[in-house]
């Protein structure tokens, strides 16, 4: 058998449809088995922490690796039972993590990632700029937490300028 990830989600995967049929119980079983696994990271790292008295350090940062492992096993097998390809989600994922962390969003290619900035015009739709982080938002519900993402935000920021204000305002 494959050592490959994805491969090896999908053979879990279908196996598991071999024993228990598929559909919404199936699913639904599946993310339950996520959760179950976050629950052993919660428990291992306590462990590692020695927050419990009566056991003391149990657990090392080896096994919460291992337990984040069988988190991510179980959400690509889950992502599997909703008709979805894991490689591609997860990329898609990593993509957007870009965007919250760097200010333009990584678009995947073969073999290489390239930013996609964020829009430097209104998009009309009622979003203002914030002045802070630079982003097209709608003031009632932003909060860039004084961040400046896009090259126009940090040019402000370089110059200087103390009027900062949150939401464009």
Do not use: F
């Amino acid at each position: 058998m494959s050592t490959d990830v994805y491969s090896r989600a999908r053979a879990i995967a279908t196996r598991l449809a071999e024993i228990n049929g598929e559909g919404e119980v199936q699913t639904v079983n599946q993310l339950l088995k996520v959760a179950e696994e976050v629950g052993e990271v919660s428990a291992a790292w306590s462990g590692v922490l020695g927050i419990n008295p009566r056991k003391g350090v149990t657990h090392t940062y080896r096994d919460v690796a291992e337990e984040l492992g069988d988190v991510a096993l179980a959400a690509m097998v889950a992502i599997l039972m909703l008709g979805y390809e894991p490689e591609e989600i997860l990329t898609l994922c990593a993509g957007r993590q870009g965007t919250r962390l760097w200010g333009y969003q990584m678009i995947p290619r073969p073999n290489q990632w390239y930013p996609v900035d964020h829009p430097h015009t209104d998009p009309g739709d009622g979003r203002e700029e914030c002045e802070t982080c630079g982003k097209w938002v709608w003031p009632v519900i932003h909060s860039c937490k004084g961040v400046p993402v896009t090259g126009r935000a940090r040019a402000r920021r370089e110059e200087g300028s103390d009027d900062l204000g949150e939401g464009g305002d």
